[in-house]
């Protein structure tokens, strides 16, 4: 029974080449997981910015009205904002806003629904900074912000 237990031991010692497949999967395991990182952190980024774009627009938007579409209320004066007006102003603020980062970007939305706050949504194309295969090659981000004018 020494000849079973020697050999075992001797394999024990022996254990060349053993750790290569573990650095490798590791390694890959690795580069998987920094290209998500940066793949998310990018598509992160991009909405923001994208969000930032549609914020200014809403802002301008409910900034849309005439000075006779004013009228006093028992809270206060307030404005009476009209879709066409919202539409032309943040029509008018994206074509002298630069954003020529966005691909395809695309005034899905800019009206009011209640007379009072402007919505806009906006959309463009995000594309990862590397294409992978578990990556997309890029998909339509949306973001729609709202904005109110207010007089005190």
Request: hydrophobic share 45%.
């Given at each position: 029974m020494n000849g079973p237990s020697w050999m075992n031991a001797e394999r024990m010692r022996?254990?060349?080449g053993s750790i290569l497949p573990l650095t490798i999967f590791y390694g890959f395991l690795s580069l998987v997981l920094i290209l998500l990182v940066v793949a998310a952190t990018s598509l992160y980024i991009e909405r923001k910015r994208?969000?930032?774009v549609a914020d200014g627009a809403a802002l301008v938007g409910a900034e849309a009205f005439r000075l006779d579409a004013i009228t006093r209320t028992a809270a206060g004066y307030r404005p009476t904002l009209q879709s066409p007006d919202v539409a032309a102003a943040v029509t008018d603020y994206l074509a002298s806003t630069p954003h020529d980062d966005f691909e395809s970007l695309h005034i899905d939305r800019a009206e009011t629904v209640d007379g009072r706050s402007a919505t806009v949504e906006l959309s463009a194309y995000w594309r990862p900074p590397v294409?992978?295969?578990l990556v997309p090659q890029g998909f339509r981000i949306d973001v729609t912000a709202l904005a109110r004018s207010v007089f005190y």
């Open positions: 022996n254990d060349e994208l969000f930032t294409v992978s295969l």
